[in-house]
C-alpha cells in the first residue's frame, strides 16, 4: 500500500513540483542549454532584461496575452452560454449537437490549427475565395493584426465543447419548479434569464471563467502551430518556449518569463477567484 | 384559471415559433462551424492535386483515393501512428493505475495528512508546465530521446485530475465494504482489484481517456524530447510534412484525416463518458 502511494508521490514530485521549483532556479542562471557553453549565476539579471531594451519583446508580449486572454475568456464564456442554453433539451438533435462542439478537443491542436491553416490558406483556401468575392485579400495568419484574432477564435474553437458543457451541466442542476413558480408570478423569459438563469449558473461561470483565463495565460500549444509567435501572436508562454527552444537558445532567460507569467496568472486568478466565489456565495444565500 | 390558459394561448403559440427558430438558427451555426471545417478538409483530401489548384472548393469529379496511400507511403504515418498508440496508452494506463494508488489511501485516510495530500495534488491542476526545467530533466536522468523516456515524462500531467476524479469516486464506496474484506483477510491489492476497480470503474475510464487525449495530441513534448524520426508520434510526423510540403494540401488533408480516425472512433464509441465528466462538473474550483 506505502509502496504505491510512494511511488505515485515520486513521479508527481519528480516531474511535477521539482520542475516548478527549478524554473526559478534556471531563471537565475545564464544557462543557454548548448553543448560546451559554461552556465553561472547570473542573480536576476534575466528579470531586469525582460523590463528594459536588453532584451525586447517583453512588454509586447504581455500586451499581446493580455488580448490573447480576455478575448478568450469573454467570447467563449458569451458563445458558451448560447450553445448551452440551446443545447440543454432531451432531444437526439441535442445530444448529437452536444457531441459535435466537443469533437475540436479530441482531435487536438495539431489537426486543429492545419485544418484552419488550410481554411485560411492565402491562395487556396475558402476563406481567401470569399475576400476575393469582396474584391479585398488578406494573408490572415500572416498578417500583422488579423493573426492574433484569428488565433483567438481557433483557440476558442477548441475549447468551446469544454465550456457548453460544464454549463449545461449548471443549467440541469436548475430545477424546473423555480421556472414554474416564476411563470406564474408574471415572470417573462427575460426577466426568468436574468432573476433565475445567471444567478444560479454562478458555480459553473465559476469553473469556466477560471479554466479559461488560467488556460489561456499558459496555453502556446496552439499558438505553435498557427504562428510560431509571428505576427504579433507571441504570447508570454510562446515567448518563453521560443526563447529556449527556439533560435536564440537561452534557457535561463525562458525559465525568467516562465517564472514572471506564473506569478502574473496568480495576480489575475486568485483574486478572481475569490471575486467569484463571493459572488455565488452571496447569491445563494 | 381558464383565462389564464385562454389569454396564454396566443402568446404560447408565438413563444413556441420563437424557439423553434432559434433553435433551427444555433443548429445551422453549429453545424457551420463545427462541421463544415472537418467537411472541408474530407473534401479536399478526396480532391485531385491539379483540381485543388485550379478550383479548390468543389470536390473532384474523381475522387483522389491516391491522395491516402500517397501520404501514407511519402510520410511516416503508419509508424507514427504506432508510436502514438504506444504512447499514449501505455502513459495513460500508468497515469490511471498511480492514481488509483494515490487516491485510495487518501479517500480512506488511512495516511497522515489526508487532507494536506490531497491539496498537494491539487495544486497540481495549477502548476505552470515547467517545460525548460523538464526538459533539462530529461537529458540529466536519459529520458531524452527514448521511447521509455517519452512515456515516463507523459504520466504525471494526468495525474492531479485522476487524483481528483478517483478521490470522488472512491468516497462514493461504501466503507463497510473495506471492513468486510479487512476482516475476510483480502490483502491490499487484491482488495483494489477485487472490489474498488468494478465499483469506481467508469472514474477509471475518464482517468484514462483524458491522460490518453493529452498524450495523443500533445505537439510540445515530442517536439522538446526527441530528436529521432523513428521515435516521433503522428502529431509532430504530421505538423513536419505540413512543414516539409506546404503546397500539397490534398496529401496532407489526408493525413490529418488518417491521423485523426483513431482517436475520433475512439471518442465516438465513449462519447457518453466524456460528455458526462463535463456535464456533471467532475472539476471543482
Given at each position: ?6 511511488l505515485g ?6 516531474f ?78 441535442d ?8 469533437v ?30 469582396f ?14 484574432p484569428?488565433?483567438?477564435?481557433v ?21 424546473r419548479?423555480?421556472?414554474?413558480a416564476?411563470s ?56 518563453a ?20 507569467l ?10 478572481l ?13 | ?10 402568446g ?27 467537411l ?12 485543388f489548384?485550379?478550383?479548390p ?40 493505475v ?10 480512506r ?5 489526508p487532507?494536506g ?8 491542476l ?64 487484491r ?27 500533445d ?7 526527441l ?5 516521433f ?5 504530421l ?26 472512433a ?18 471543482k474550483?
Open positions: 500500500m506505502r509502496l504505491g502511494l510512494w508521490l515520486a513521479v508527481y514530485g519528480l511535477g513540483i521539482v520542475p516548478a521549483l527549478a524554473n526559478v532556479i534556471v531563471s537565475l542562471t545564464n544557462y543557454s542549454g548548448l553543448a560546451g557553453s559554461t552556465t553561472s549565476f547570473s542573480g536576476l539579471s534575466n528579470y531586469r532584461a525582460m523590463l528594459t531594451t536588453e532584451r525586447p519583446g517583453f512588454i509586447s508580449a504581455l500586451w499581446i496575452t493580455v488580448v490573447f486572454v480576455v478575448g478568450v475568456t469573454v467570447v467563449q464564456n458569451g458563445f458558451g452560454l448560447m450553445l448551452a442554453h440551446r443545447l440543454q433539451g432531451g432531444r437526439r438533435i445530444s448529437v449537437l452536444r457531441v459535435l462542439v466537443f475540436p478537443i479530441v482531435l487536438g491542436v495539431t489537426v486543429v490549427g492545419l485544418i484552419w491553416i488550410l481554411i485560411f490558406d492565402p491562395a487556396q483556401g475558402p476563406a481567401a475565395s470569399l475576400l476575393k468575392a474584391g479585398t485579400s488578406s494573408a490572415f495568419f500572416g498578417a500583422t493584426g488579423v493573426a492574433l484569428l488565433v483567438i477564435g483557440q476558442i474553437w477548441q475549447n468551446l465543447g469544454f465550456t457548453t458543457l460544464v454549463y449545461i451541466g449548471g443549467l440541469k442542476s436548475i430545477s419548479e423555480i421556472y414554474e416564476a406564474l408570478d408574471g415572470a417573462g423569459r427575460w426577466a426568468r434569464l436574468r432573476r433565475i438563469t445567471l444567478p444560479l449558473l454562478a458555480p459553473a461561470m465559476t469553473i469556466n471563467i477560471l479554466l479559461a483565463v488560467i488556460g489561456s495565460f499558459t496555453t502556446y500549444n496552439l499558438i505553435y502551430i498557427l504562428t510560431d509567435g509571428q505576427y504579433s501572436t507571441q504570447t508570454l508562454g510562446m515567448l518556449f521560443n526563447n529556449a527552444f527556439g533560435l536564440s537558445a537561452n534557457l535561463g532567460y525562458g525559465a525568467a518569463v516562465s517564472v514572471a506564473f506569478v502574473l496568472t496568480l495576480i489575475v486568478a486568485l483574486p477567484q475569490w471575486y467569484l466565489r463571493r459572488r455565488e456565495w452571496r447569491i445563494t444565500s | 384559471m381558464t383565462s389564464l390558459a385562454q389569454t396564454g394561448l396566443p404560447a403559440r408565438r413563444a413556441r415559433n420563437y424557439a423553434l427558430a432559434s433553435r433551427l438558427l444555433t443548429g445551422l451555426l453549429i453545424v457551420l462551424l463545427f462541421f463544415l471545417p472537418v472541408y478538409i474530407i473534401m479536399v483530401s478526396l480532391e485531385q492535386p491539379a483540381h489548384l485550379s478550383s472548393l468543389t470536390p473532384s469529379a474523381h475522387p483522389a483515393v491516391a491522395n491516402y496511400s500517397n501520404v501514407w507511403n511519402q510520410g511516416n504515418l503508419g509508424a507514427e501512428l504506432v508510436n502514438t498508440i504506444i504512447y499514449s496508452v501505455a502513459a495513460a494506463a500508468l497515469t490511471t498511480l492514481s488509483l494508488l494515490i487516491a485510495f489511501p487518501i479517500a485516510r488511512l495516511v497522515a495528512w487532507n495530500l490531497y491539496a498537494f495534488l491539487v495544486i497540481g495549477f502548476l505552470p508546465l515547467s517545460i525548460i526545467p523538464l526538459f533539462i530533466e530529461a537529458q540529466k536522468l536519459g529520458l531524452f530521446d527514448n521511447r521509455a523516456g517519452y512515456i515516463l515524462l507523459h504520466v504525471e500531467p494526468g495525474l492531479p485530475l485522476g487524483v481528483v476524479l478517483l478521490t470522488g469516486f472512491i468516497a462514493a464506496v461504501p466503507r463497510e465494504l473495506d471492513e468486510a474484506a479487512w476482516s475476510d483477510g483480502c490483502g491490499y491489492l482488495y483494489l482489484l477485487r472490489v474498488i476497480v468494478p465499483l469506481t470503474w467508469s472514474g477509471l475510464l475518464i482517468t484514462f481517456l483524458y491522460s490518453m487525449l493529452g498524450v495523443w495530441n505537439i510540445i513534448g515530442p517536439v522538446v524530447f530528436v529521432n524520426p523513428a521515435l508520434p503522428i502529431s509532430r510526423g505538423f513536419n510534412f505540413f512543414g516539409t510540403n506546404q503546397s500539397d494540401w490534398t496529401l496532407l488533408a489526408a493525413g490529418i484525416v488518417i491521423a485523426s480516425l483513431p482517436i475520433l475512439l471518442f465516438i464509441v465513449t462519447q457518453r463518458y466524456f460528455i458526462r465528466s463535463a456535464m456533471g462538473g467532475a472539476i474550483m
